[in-house]
């Protein structure tokens, strides 16, 4: 079957009522910009389902950040040419009068995981993935969806939303694809200048060696933490957190006893990045 | 097919997916102590619908006071009578427990509609409906679900958390059932006293009247309403509100131009009754 590019969410249902009996419907959410991290996503639902769907749509209500919005990357023609290649069957790309045809009144709140992180620094945020994340599964009733990992407080936010409403859909989180130097993949790189970029790897080095840290023994997270953020001292970065917290819960823990993930945002110049590392002590 | 009573989310899934297929599941969503308002949803569903879903949940997360939750009724031998005596497909009665296994952090929030009438007088209500019924749609996947009128304001909150978040259910809202004396059937009416019984169809006689107005020809709504509060003046009699809203939006309306709900809220002794009418000027 040939890929289609559909806008309408009527047209998107019809498609997919003939399609899905008797077949697993994979879903991709995106906000296009699609790079080799979405590539991986794709794949991996090419892998489990019979139908690949990717969604693409710039969520305006999860953006704290109006200028932040406006200044996302968009470009369709390129991101239909990337999903036709890893052979997804249908794009859905709708306009945000598509979306919100009212105003939306409807809202999905998380509360506990997206309490601290990104959540304690970007207000409505993750209500506004977590709605649209929903409205999505209505729209397309896929199996299966498919969320990076390097966004892990959305993964589990979306895990935790999916479990306490009983969504009928299995969220599969995939692996953070990185640069050759360790830079996670993300739609926002391609806005770092020259300077920025070569600084921009020191955020997962920087996980690493706290990572490493942790192997080795310490388990004292806020000595671990202190270390790491003497590591990000540098004149470009600004660094917004930098927290050890429990997998599941996204809660900073005092003493390391199991796996726990160490999450940073960092901001270069005007550019937010985020990166995370799971890790287990010895 | 015999009627089935389940307990089990994942035993439901399991029967209603052999189901499915070819063959549409309808859902009605009630709390149990099951009346003949309840049996017109059960008609109803059973005469669209291949099968037929009835869900008997006391939520405790919509009860704004922890005493009403502990007197509220519960008869679940009767009600199964009730739902086979129906025709009903199957029962879905899971304890609490089932339902929230963990505490409880993901909520649906619908703004606008639930602010004026019960919403006012009842924090979290409407968000513990909307999250029950968004949880109970995730575990059926009906293709309809079947609301009363009487209960006008939860009615349109679900048909716009719906609009809202693109789920994938048409709504059906079924008109309420009276007794020959105008009493609108509810759960509550068995514990009123023998008194209050007698003085509980004022309520909806004044709703008429008030109706009976607005077709005559009135058209200033702070004047109907006055004269309502007016008839329901008696001393087994407080008026929570009595209020005319536009009937999609649930807020007050100061002209009556178009179509209107009349709906109020009284209490009589510690019993707290609801009942509305949906009226056109001339």
Known sequence: MNMQAIESIDKLRLVLGSLRVGSVVGLV??????????????????????????????????????????????????????????????????????????????????????????????????????????????????????????????????????LDLSVPVTIVGVPTVREADGLALSSRNRRLSAEERRVAPFLYQTLQLAGGRISAGHRDAREVREEALAMLKHREIRVEYIEIVDPDEMRPVDRIDGPVRIAAAIWLGSIRLIDNLLCAPA
Chains 1, 2 share one sequence.
């Open 29 to 162: 959410p995106t906000m296009g910009a699609l790079h080799a991290g979405h590539g991986r996503l794709i794949q991996q639902a090419r892998t489990d389902c019979g139908n690949v769907v990717v969604s693409i749509f710039v969520n305006p209500i999860q953006f704290d950040d109006p200028r932040d919005f406006q200044l996302y990357p968009r470009d369709l023609s390129s991101d239909l040419e990337f999903c036709r290649a890893r052979d997804a069957d249908i794009v859905f790309a709708p306009t945000a009068a598509e979306m919100y045809r009212r105003p939306l009144k409807s809202f999905v709140d998380v509360a506990g995981v997206t309490e601290h992180l990104c959540g304690a620094f970007r207000p409505g945020h993750f209500r506004g993935v977590a709605t649209v994340v929903m409205k999505l599964f209505g729209i397309v009733q896929p199996d299966r969806a498919y969320f990076g990992e390097k966004d892990a407080q959305q993964l589990a936010t979306i895990r935790r939303m999916v």
